[in-house]
């Protein structure tokens, strides 16, 4: 009887280890996290939709995708790119009110962050945040808080052909307008033609060229509030005034049809030496690099006056930070990603060989052979600290398509000056909240 009894409680015993043994293991399966690594290595497979609208980057993103998704076997990525032109934040609001909304899409902060940060995730306690270097941290900051992934750093200004110049006679590169215009000149006397103007491009007008106006402002921030309060105007603004004299000078000694020119012709255009300047940034250097391998290019900031020393300072900006919807399911499968994009060795050699990125993070180095001579360019002035922010993510939603429309009017001399200004004046007013 005792023995028939110890054999009971043995078996019992038995099946209790075996059933905590089971419970031990699901516990050890199931606590992955993005800190501890194991997520997206067991378990549920999950999908992990990308909404990006860099173009430029798309066949990088996808071979990070196969290497990403070997490591990670039960997540998937769903890469998605709206760009080159296309009205990306439409795209976005229409994902949103589909229910199709990604799980990680772009954001150009400031402003921006403002109008979608119901929708964002902190992202303070990931283990990059860290590492962001402080004039990428700025735009998606707020409260002391971080809610976005800077992508990288971008400069814009003259994208130039340094043979081109040697050939007319320029040994300098201008910091003044006057300078510029006489380096035009010279490149039309030796028969060449100075600027390439993609002046169809929305975003090359509205959104990046008149950020320099806006940059000049004694207090650009003040200046912007004023804006929103109805303290300050753009009409008889000095500066938006001498902008114009800058875009009136690149239209005298530019290519026919600015009007209708895009991209990518004004950078055929310059990649085949048929003109020796064109308003780019740093990302043009891979579009050149794949029409004419080895080009002797670099840029130099847009002057819009004679005052050579505020005039010697790049617009740089952050093109795109990455940021998590905070009401995915998918979310911290979507951080494990962002962290491996930019802590993993392949990540990191595709942010600044194949994307010629300037690294947005202390901890990815860059040489000047990685990110060629346009983001060796670039770097210097962001290591000088002779650099303007990129203003544009701090307007109103919609105003940069505004603007752009009303530059090209001004072009096309559908205006004159004082009427172009009425009308950037007219279309900040409409928008603003």
Not at 190 to 204: C, I, K, M, R
Not at 236 to 254: E, P, R
Not at 356 to 363: D, E, N, S, V
Request: net charge negative; with cysteine.
């Amino acid at each position: 009887m005792n023995k028939k009894r110890s054999m009971v409680i043995l078996s019992v015993l038995l099946v209790m280890s075996m059933l905590l043994a089971a419970c031990g293991g699901n516990n050890k399966t199931n606590s992955g996290t993005a800190e501890g690594g194991n997520a997206g290595k067991g378990g549920e497979v999950k999908t992990v939709k990308v909404f990006q609208f860099k173009t430029e980057i798309v066949e990088g993103l996808n071979e990070l995708k196969v290497e990403f998704e070997k490591e990670y076997p039960n997540i998937k990525l769903d890469i998605q790119t709206v760009g080159g032109g296309a009205d990306y934040a439409a795209a976005l609001k229409t994902k949103f009110a589909s229910g199709d909304a990604p799980d990680i899409f772009s954001n150009g902060g400031f402003a921006e962050l403002d109008m979608w940060q119901d929708k964002i995730e902190d992202l303070s306690d990931q283990p990059w945040v860290k590492d962001l270097v402080p004039l990428a941290a700025e735009p998606m900051t707020k409260d002391g808080k971080v809610y976005g992934m800077a992508m990288n750093l971008e400069g814009i200004g003259y994208v130039y052909n340094k043979d081109l110049f040697a050939k007319a006679g320029i040994t300098e590169t201008p910091k003044t307008i006057t300078e510029l215009e006489d380096a035009a000149k010279k490149l039309q006397a030796a028969g060449v033609t100075p600027f390439g103007n993609a002046y169809q491009e929305w975003w090359l007008l509205g959104n990046q060229g008149i950020s320099t106006a806006f940059s000049r402002q004694d207090n650009v921030d003040e200046f912007i509030k004023g804006l929103n309060e109805g303290t300050q105007t753009i009409v008889d603004n000095q500066h938006f005034k001498d902008w114009s004299n800058l875009l009136k000078l690149t239209v005298q000694y530019g290519q026919k049809n600015p009007l209708t020119t895009d991209a990518n012709t004004h950078l055929a255009l310059f990649a085949n030496g048929e003109t020796a300047m064109m308003q780019e940034g740093n990302w043009a250097q891979t579009l050149i690099d794949n029409i004419t391998p080895g080009m002797n290019i670099g840029m130099f900031p847009m002057p819009i006056d004679d005052d050579a020393e505020k005039n010697d300072k790049l617009t740089v900006g952050i093109p795109a930070n990455l940021v998590v919807n905070k009401d995915s399911a998918s979310k911290e499968e979507a951080k494990i990603f962002l962290n491996w994009l930019v802590t993993s060795d392949m990540g990191k050699e595709y942010i600044v060989k194949k994307w010629k990125f300037i690294p947005a993070l202390t901890t990815i180095p860059a040489s000047a052979e990685d990110i060629g001579m346009l983001g060796a360019d670039v770097k210097k002035y962001v290591d000088e600290n002779k650099v303007y922010g990129l203003q544009s993510s701090k307007f109103p939603d919609g105003v940069t398509q505004e603007f752009a429309s009303t530059i090209q009017e001004l072009i096309a001399d559908k205006t004159d000056v004082n009427g172009w200004m009425k009308n950037m004046q007219a279309a900040w007013d409409k928008l603003k909240k």
